[in-house]
C-alpha cells in the first residue's frame, strides 16, 4: 500500500491552495483519514481527520479556513487550504487507517511542502 500526496507549493498570505493524497494498492476499506504537518523545528501536529462516516474535526489553528473531504471510491483525502499565513508554512503529511488482506495499519504519505510568504 502506497499514499501519494500532491498539491503542495508556494502561495502568498491570504491564498489558496489543495492538497490531495490518493493510496492505492490491496485496499480492502480505509478508516480514519488525516492530515498532519511539520514546521522546521517543530513536532508534527495533528490538523484534520476525517472518519469513514465523513466526520470531521480539525485543530484550532486551521478551523474555519481549511476543510478535509474524501472520495472513497478513489481512495484519496483531500485539504483544501483558504486565507493561507505564514504560519502555515509546514511539510504536509497525509495519514490513513488501511485494511488490508493482511492487516490493518496507519500509513503515510511522503510529504508535500507548502510554503506562504510574499
Known amino acids: 500500500v502506497q499514499l501519494q500526496a500532491f498539491g503542495g507549493g508556494l502561495v502568498q498570505p491570504g491564498g489558496t491552495l489543495r492538497l490531495s493524497c490518493a493510496a492505492s494498492?490491496?485496499?480492502?476499506?480505509?478508516?480514519?483519514m488525516g492530515w498532519f504537518r511539520q514546521a522546521p523545528g517543530k513536532q508534527r501536529e495533528l490538523i484534520a481527520t476525517i472518519s469513514s462516516g465523513e466526520i470531521t474535526n480539525y485543530a484550532d489553528s486551521v478551523k474555519g479556513r481549511f476543510t478535509i473531504s474524501r472520495d472513497n471510491d478513489k481512495y484519496t483525502v483531500y485539504l483544501q487550504m483558504n486565507s493561507l499565513k505564514p504560519e502555515d508554512t509546514a511539510v504536509y503529511y497525509c495519514n490513513a487507517n488501511i485494511r488490508t488482506p493482511a492487516r490493518t495499519a496507519p500509513y503515510w504519505g511522503q510529504g508535500t511542502q507548502v510554503t506562504v510568504s510574499s
Open positions: 494498492g490491496s485496499i480492502l476499506s480505509i478508516n480514519n
